[in-house]
Nanobody, 127 residues
Framework: VQLQASGGGLVQAGGSLRVSCVAS????????MGWFRQAPGKEREFVAG????????SYADSVKGRFTISRDNTKKTVYLQMNSLKSDDTAVYYC?????????????????????WGQGTLVTVSS
């Protein structure tokens, strides 16, 4: 599987941005999907995740209520809608795929559980 992220850019604090990630894979619905981010000088951190069906989501406390993750399995795409952006949200955002053989598999918050990563898209929030 290959992942291609896009949609990053420069936005003012308080603004909104949507990043997308398209997967080149035969069976997209066999993957839970996650978004992680890494700011300069900081470790990569979990942002949001969605299970294979789109029916279950998970968010980091820092983005809960502001960000929304969703997926469209017919388009093999996962989205991250980011609202009320803050300067602390500035980072490279990566999408990642977690293969699941069990339909009940929990969406992981641990980056090492994801086997495939996109190239990242830079989001810069100006204050």
């Amino acid at each position: 599987v290959q992942l291609q992220a896009s949609g990053g850019g420069l936005v003012q604090a308080g603004g909104s941005l949507r990043v997308s990630c398209v997967a080149s894979v035969g069976a997209f619905s066999t993957y839970n999907m996650g978004w992680f981010r890494q700011a300069p000088g900081k470790e990569r951190e979990f942002v949001a995740g969605v299970n294979w069906s789109g029916g279950w989501t998970s968010y980091a406390d820092s983005v809960k209520g502001r960000f929304t993750i969703s997926r469209d399995n017919t388009k093999k795409t996962v989205y991250l809608q980011m609202n009320s952006l803050k300067s602390d949200d500035t980072a490279v955002y990566y999408c990642a795929a977690q293969f699941v053989s069990d339909w009940g598999a929990v969406v992981s918050r641990t980056w090492s559980d994801y086997g495939t990563w996109g190239q990242g898209t830079l989001v810069t929030v100006s204050s």
